[in-house]
């Protein structure tokens, strides 16, 4: 059952990083003046979005799918990963972590979630997220009923629960996400709440491309893609 969705953001501190980007750019240029304080997302999955630059700024390599790259989609987002990784202050997976490095300026751009920079403009923390000019990747948060489960009416409960307008309220304005129950807008603290997250602007969601396990099979469409399990070894390579 959808639950919620969301957009991986390029935030900076509006303090340091001038003028204001609108690209992704700004992290994958090697000469970039913030060596040494861009955050990076530290999965194997983030070399999506490597691809999603390269879908962009590089047409020739006829990417479609970040996800689902042969092998030379792969190799040269792999390229401009080994490029970025000497300019990296910080591979995060703590999103605790990532907001007081912000705070610290130890870091000052990357890659984050809203409820990140959510977290840290509360804290009247110089921050800004946007989506950028090429577009993003993202996530779409799902509850799962286990097949076997033997009281699956328990679940059935909790997922009513969950998708109800106020459950959804509650959960998508703290964690800053987009609820798939629309009827939610109406009872977040923030009435612009759900006009920020694009809720009901499909159109705004059309270059997000969320988060996909990488197949052979090119995710069913054909031809020959590398796998999860040379994303994972490449990203084992990059991070050393």
Known sequence: MPH?????VLAWRT???KPPPDSWGVIWDKNTPYKGKISIYDDSIFIADAALYLKATKPELGIDNPYQLND??????????KGLA???GEWWADYAKQI??????????GTTWLY?????????????????????????????IYSKAKHPNCMYLWMNH?????????????????????KACALTKDKNFCNELHASDESWWKDVYYWTTPTADCGGTGGTCKTQEDWVNAWTEIRG
């Open 162 to 182: 969950m998708i109800s307008p106020a459950a959804q309220a509650l959960v998508a304005e703290s964690f800053g996400e987009a609820p798939v129950n629309l």
């Open 116 to 144: 990140m920079v959510n977290t840290l403009t509360a804290d009247k923390q110089p921050v800004k997220g946007i989506k950028p000019k090429e577009g993003t990747t993202g996530w779409s948060d799902t509850w799962m």
């Open 86 to 88: 000497p300019n990296v």
């Open 4 to 8: 919620g969705r969301g957009p991986n």
């Open 72 to 81: 030379e989609q792969f190799q040269a987002s792999i390229n401009l990963l």
């Open 15 to 17: 303090d340091v990083v």
């Open 100 to 109: 007081q490095s912000y705070a610290n300026k130890d870091v000052v751009i």
